[in-house]
C-alpha cells in the first residue's frame, strides 16, 4: 500500500465532520435501517435500551469498517473523482488517523455488544467488520471482478446481527434477510459501475464492466434481478412472514426486474441523467427501505 497521499503536505485542519464522513453516513443509515428492521421482525422482544444499544453497536462496527476501508483505499480514492473529496485524498486528515478511528470504533462496537447483548451478536459483528475491512478491501476489491458478489455479504449482515440480538440463534428466517441483500448487492453496485466505470478503470479496481465489458455486465444484471425475486420471496413461501411482506416483495420485486430489463438488452450508454442504468441504481436503494419496511410491518400485523 502506497502511503504518499496526505503525507507529502501538512494536512487541513480536521473537524468532526470529516471523522463523520469517513463512517460513509449514506451507507450507515441503509445498514442501521435494515438492522433494525431484523432486530424489529424477530420473534420475542428485547428491552428498548438494550436495542438501541444492538443497534448503536452495528452502526459503530460498520463505521468503523467504513473508516478502515478510506485508510486502505486512499490513494485509490484521489483517483476517481467520485471519492476525491473524501477526508483523506483531500488532505483534511491524517492518515493514521483515520485508521485509529476506525480501530476504536470497530473495536468498541464489538466489545458493547459483547458484554451488554449477546456473544453471538459480537461474534457476527466482529466478523463482518473483518469481512468488509479485510477480505471485501484488501483482498476481493483489487483481484477480482467478482468483488462486488463475494463481497456483497459485508452489507448483509445487520438484519442477521439484529435478529441474534433478540433471538440469540441464527436460523433460516436471518439468514434468508441476509441472503436478500446478498444477492441485491451486484445489481445495486453493477448498475453504478456501468456509468462510473471510468473512475474505476483509471484506479485500476478490476469492476465488472471494466473487466469483463458492458455487455456481460448488463446480463448478470438481469440475472441476479431475477434470483433477487425469487429470493425475496422465500421468507414468505416458508411461512416466516405473512401475506402483507409477500405481496409487497412480488411488487417490489417485481418492478426491480421490469427495470433491470432495459438494462440487460442496452448495448451502449448515453451519457443521459435518466438513462436505464440511474433509474435502476436510484430504485434499487428506495426498493431494500420498502422491502425490510414491509417486512416490519407485517411482523406488527401478525404480533
Not at 189 to 209: N, R, S
Amino acid at each position: 500500500m502506497s502511503t504518499t497521499l496526505a503525507h507529502t503536505a501538512t494536512p487541513l485542519p480536521a473537524e468532526w465532520r470529516d471523522f463523520f464522513a469517513l463512517t460513509k453516513p449514506r451507507v450507515m443509515s441503509l445498514v442501521v435501517f435494515t438492522g433494525l428492521a431484523g432486530l424489529l421482525a424477530a420473534p420475542g422482544a428485547i428491552h428498548p435500551v438494550l436495542g438501541f444499544t444492538a443497534i448503536l453497536c452495528i452502526a459503530m462496527g460498520a463505521g468503523g469498517a467504513a473508516a478502515l476501508n478510506q485508510w486502505w483505499e486512499a490513494d485509490l480514492d484521489a483517483k476517481m473523482k467520485r471519492t476525491a473529496g473524501r477526508p483523506l485524498p483531500s488532505g483534511r486528515l491524517l492518515r493514521n488517523d483515520a485508521r485509529d478511528f476506525g480501530l476504536l470504533l470497530s473495536g468498541a462496537s464489538v466489545f458493547v455488544m459483547l458484554v451488554a447483548i449477546h456473544w453471538l451478536a459480537a461474534l457476527v459483528l466482529a466478523f463482518s467488520i473483518i469481512y468488509y475491512a479485510v477480505i471485501y478491501t484488501i483482498w476481493l476489491k483489487p483481484r477480482t471482478p467478482q468483488n462486488i458478489v463475494i463481497g456483497g455479504g459485508a452489507g448483509a449482515f445487520p438484519p442477521l446481527i439484529g435478529w441474534i440480538a433478540v433471538t440469540g440463534e441464527i436460523t433460516l428466517m436471518p439468514i434468508l434477510l441476509f441472503a436478500i441483500i446478498f444477492i441485491w448487492t451486484p445489481p445495486h453496485f453493477w448498475a453504478l459501475a456501468l456509468f462510473v466505470k471510468t473512475d474505476y478503470a483509471e484506479a485500476g479496481i478490476p469492476m465488472m464492466p471494466v473487466v469483463a465489458g458492458e455487455t456481460s455486465t448488463r446480463r448478470q444484471i438481469l440475472a441476479y434481478s431475477v434470483l433477487l425475486l425469487a429470493v425475496s420471496l422465500l421468507p414468505w413461501l416458508i411461512g416466516g412472514t405473512g401475506a402483507l411482506y409477500g405481496v409487497s416483495a412480488l411488487l417490489l420485486s417485481g418492478a426491480f426486474v421490469a427495470l433491470s430489463v432495459p438494462v440487460g438488452l442496452r448495448r451502449s450508454q448515453p451519457n443521459d441523467r435518466m438513462s436505464p442504468e440511474k433509474r435502476l441504481f436510484g430504485y434499487s436503494v428506495i426498493y431494500l427501505f420498502a422491502l425490510f419496511t414491509a417486512l416490519v410491518a407485517d411482523r406488527m400485523v401478525l404480533a
